[in-house]
């Protein structure tokens, strides 16, 4: 049996189970990891400035194609905490990303040795499993395992500790023998999927809502078909846009409090059967529940069986994998549609589709500092339907999410349940790596452009270029909106004069002064004819130089965007709707008035 170091066991274990690229910060810890990771070749290995900003790369890059698994490596001590954010917004979003720490020798972790931290232990909460490997010889099985776990059920990260003695210790494996663990993902029955079916049938005004377990499980595909053969419009949650084409004749908008459109809340509050495959019922999508579930009958397909009835109880709950179930939905509802038992649903749809053409927001303003309206309504003419767009939280978000295009599943890529700011450059560089001649465009906010800027740089010194839109108001934009309940506006206001930039008035930090000196391009826009030659420029420079490419839009320091605080049936529209076609000239469906 072949001899060599547990370190490189473990690295020869990532190659046979697919990984081809790591994200990381080295440390006197991990070396032996590094060391192996060098001598084996075959993991390309992204130098990241920050550690949680390495966790992100990890989730971006697995989030952008089926069958990525991100790895992201670290020290040992503050390494491993640094990631626990990353951790979080993996599993908040089952996410997989294998977190990989060095570790103090075992015979001191009980002495207080530097940066020993029981890592496995604070981890534990925010991980599927997270263990610290006592024994050389189970580095093999603890890492089989980790791989197993995090494909197995509902995806997950994985955080696997090694002490450094225990990576520098030989054993014997010989990586030719190696197998992955099948993974185990439950199936619904074919009973199960005839009585959601029926149910189905028997409604009026159904609809598909159609959750990221979808995309997790690389059903999209299955769930069109699925919702073409019955004709029932489908409801994409947040993590789920992109399961079908905005444009496409059954997509009926999304529903939420925020990230949601005029025409998707007005459809979902028409419907009387709602199936829900691969979605947990996220309180920004539901809102008060009364509103939400009143008059309607449930069904919730979701693979991890303790998440039906976590938020309220369906009328019927399957456990089961979503590829698994959409395949019986399709095989069930070919059936019946030969045999003329499906209901027409073509009414409800086009109803659907009249509301779409209705119920719009307004984009078009040429208001002097930018409105960020018209910063979204040019990024659609500018980004066509192969777009990837990477963010997370704040208004930037929410109002990206009512107003630009999605065509593709895997092509808006957001952290969802944790939405920690910073998380959108080094998540957009994960993205890029994970597919280098895709069009990525980040969104961000001012304040979560800050937080991890120093990742540009990786994106400098390893040519990774994407084009990020950076809408600055000096402004901590959705604290502030929420602030208004309590009647303040305390400690959200970014502006400050700077010294050494005074044509930027108050808006404080100079973007392009800091990602130039990080490496990358920039461009700065006042005014809103400036938009679109400034993202068509940005794509040319990305091209052309293979780094990120800013472009900042100054707005207006104040815009509230439209949500509500309560229910789906009360949102707030704050700023004027749209009410002619030239309000709104790049919506899908061009405005009807009536």
């Known amino acids: 049996m072949p001899r060599m170091t547990a370190a490189r066991a473990a690295v020869e274990i990532l190659k ?10 080295p440390g006197a810890a991990i070396n032996p990891f590094y060391a192996a990771l060098k001598a084996s070749g075959g993991v390309h290995h992204t130098l990241a400035r920050h550690v949680e900003g390495a966790s992100h790369m990890a989730e971006g890059y697995t989030r952008a194609k089926a ?13 491993g905490t640094d990631m626990i954010t990353g951790l979080y917004s993996a599993i908040a979003d089952s ?9 103090a020798p075992t015979a001191v972790l009980h002495k207080e040795d530097f940066q020993a931290v029981d890592i496995a232990s604070i981890a534990k909460p925010v991980t599927k499993a997270a263990t610290t490997v006592l024994e050389a010889a189970q580095v093999p099985g603890v890492f089989q395992q980790a791989f197993h776990l995090m494909r197995t059920g509902r995806p997950g990260p994985v955080l696997i500790d090694l002490p450094i003695d225990v990576q520098l210790t030989e054993i014997e494996f010989d990586p030719e023998l190696y197998e992955p663990i099948p993974v185990h993902k439950p199936a619904a029955s074919r009973k199960q999927i005839e009585r959601a079916v029926r149910m189905l049938n028997d409604s009026e005004r159904p609809v598909l ?3 990221g377990g979808i995309i997790n499980a690389d059903a999209s595909e299955l769930l069109v078909e699925f919702a073409e053969l019955t004709g029932v419009p489908v409801i994409p949650t947040l993590m789920g846009w992109g399961i079908l084409p905005d444009d496409h004749e059954l997509n009926a908008g999304m529903v939420g409090l925020q990230t949601s459109h005029r025409y998707g809340n007005a459809n979902f509050l028409e419907s009387d059967f709602v199936l829900g495959i691969g979605n947990r019922w996220a309180n920004r999508h539901t809102g008060k529940l009364d509103v939400y579930t009143q008059g309607r009958t449930f069904v919730h397909v979701d693979i991890e069986p303790t998440q039906i009835g976590k938020i309220f109880a369906p009328d019927l709950g399957i456990a089961s994998d979503a590829k698994a179930a959409l395949t019986l939905f399709v095989e069930v509802a070919r059936e019946l549609k030969a045999a003329g038992e499906l209901k027409d649903r073509s009414a409800w749809a086009a109803s659907t589709q009249e509301r779409k053409a209705t119920l719009q927001r307004r984009t078009h303003f040429d208001n002097v500092p930018l409105k960020p309206q018209r910063v979204y309504e040019e990024m659609n ?9 990477v963010t997370t939280i704040g208004l930037s978000q929410i109002a990206g999410a009512q107003m630009l295009h999605v065509y593709k599943p895997r092509h808006w890529i957001n952290c ?7 998380w959108t450059i080094p998540a957009a560089l994960g993205v890029a790596t994970a597919d280098p001649e895709g069009t990525v465009v980040a969104l961000s906010g001012d304040y979560d452009f800050q937080f991890m800027l120093e990742e540009l740089a990786v994106g400098a010194q390893h040519r990774i270029p994407y084009v990020h839109v950076l809408v600055n108001n000096s402004y901590l934009g959705l604290i502030r909106q929420a602030q208004r309940n309590f009647d303040i506006d305390f400690q959200v206001n970014l502006e400050f004069e700077n010294l050494n930039s005074p044509e930027l008035g108050v808006y404080g930090v100079d973007h392009v002064k800091v990602v130039e000196g990080l490496g990358c391009k920039a461009i700065r826009v006042t005014e809103p004819d400036q938009l679109l030659p400034a993202f068509e420029e940005a794509k040319k420079l990305a091209a052309e130089f293979r780094v990120p490419v800013v472009v900042e839009a100054i707005l207006e320091r104040v815009t509230n965007i439209a949500m509500s605080g309560t229910d789906i049936a009360s949102v707030n529209e704050f700023e004027d709707i749209a009410t002619d076609p030239s309000h709104a000239p790049t919506a899908i469906r061009p405005l009807t008035v009536s």
């Open 16 to 25: 046979r189970e697919g990984v081809s690229n790591a994200f990381g910060v």
């Open 67 to 79: 069958g990525n698994i991100g790895v992201c490596i670290g020290t040992s001590g503050p390494a």
């Open 95 to 103: 996410i997989p990303i294998l977190c990989i720490t060095g570790q």
């Open 209 to 211: 809502v159609a959750g």
């Open 381 to 389: 003419r500018a980004f066509g339907p192969e777009t990837r767009y």
């Open 416 to 422: 969802g349940q944790a939405g920690p700011l910073g």
